[in-house]
């Protein structure tokens, strides 16, 4: 009978710990969700980078996750936000942690895994904007007519309206995306075997009829042109 009692009393303690356990947590899991958005309101990047680690060590969930991944993204934290996600991509992952995992390991230098999972987002949206991302990490990854591919659907399907930012200068840029996409098409021309370079400088002179303030273009078009004078003094 004692056992009994002691084991009975055992469980009502253990019952009421989980219980208070419980309202402990729902209680946490309210007050961070009102902290972030309240950090949300004051566009402090930090406080909401740590509301979500607090919500997702008490409530984890793929959304938190990738929503943190992103946030640590977008403000320039790639090493953090692929810790977050992990290195490989899959056709099972979000829009919002393909977009992070892709952008952050371009940034990272890590350019065949960012083109992974470029392609996997450009498989969901067909987006002219993630059209260019592929072609341009195709390009850098030695893919050069396959990437021919990606920029004839950019040109065919990106609007006036799109514009694509630089920011190989101080002072960042913006150019139409179908004036970027011709800057892609014209170091694929002139990387094909017989150095097209009169053809390639025609494209880059397209493309900067487009935007003439598009710098990147402007200083390739001028190395074709240095090239051909050092080819034609030999």
């Known amino acids: 009978m004692k056992k009994a009692i002691i084991f009975g009393s055992f469980f009502l303690t253990a019952l009421n710990f989980g219980l208070v356990q419980a309202q402990d947590n729902a209680a946490l899991l309210s007050h961070y969700e009102k902290f972030?958005?309240?950090m949300q309101l004051q566009n402090d990047?930090?406080?909401m980078i740590n509301a979500l680690t607090h919500l997702n060590v008490i409530s984890p969930s793929v959304e938190r996750r990738d929503t943190l991944a992103y946030i640590y993204m977008n403000s320039e934290q790639h090493v953090q936000a692929i810790s977050i996600l992990g290195l490989n991509s899959s056709a099972e992952d979000s829009d919002v942690a393909l977009s992070a995992r892709a952008i952050s390991l371009k940034n990272l230098g890590d350019n065949q895994r960012a083109l992974n999972a470029f392609q996997l987002l450009?498989?969901?949206?067909?987006?002219?904007f993630t059209a260019y991302e592929v072609a341009d990490l195709k390009i850098l990854t030695g893919n050069t007519q396959a990437a021919m591919e990606d920029v004839e659907f950019g040109?065919?399907?990106a609007s006036d309206e799109m514009n694509y930012a630089f920011?190989?200068?101080q002072q960042p840029y913006q150019v139409p995306l179908k004036a970027a996409f011709m800057?892609?098409?014209?170091?694929i021309t002139f990387n094909g075997k017989n150095e097209n370079i009169d053809e390639a400088v025609a494209i880059f002179d397209e493309a900067l009829k487009m935007a003439p303030n598009f710098n990147l273009a402007g200083l390739s078009r001028q190395a074709l042109l240095e090239r051909k004078e050092q080819n034609q003094a030999q």
């Open 167 to 169: 920011f190989e200068r």
């Open 45 to 47: 990047v930090g406080g």
């Open 183 to 187: 800057h892609l098409k014209a170091l």
């Open 122 to 128: 450009f498989d969901k949206n067909q987006s002219p």
């Open 155 to 157: 040109l065919d399907n």
């Open 36 to 38: 972030y958005r309240q």
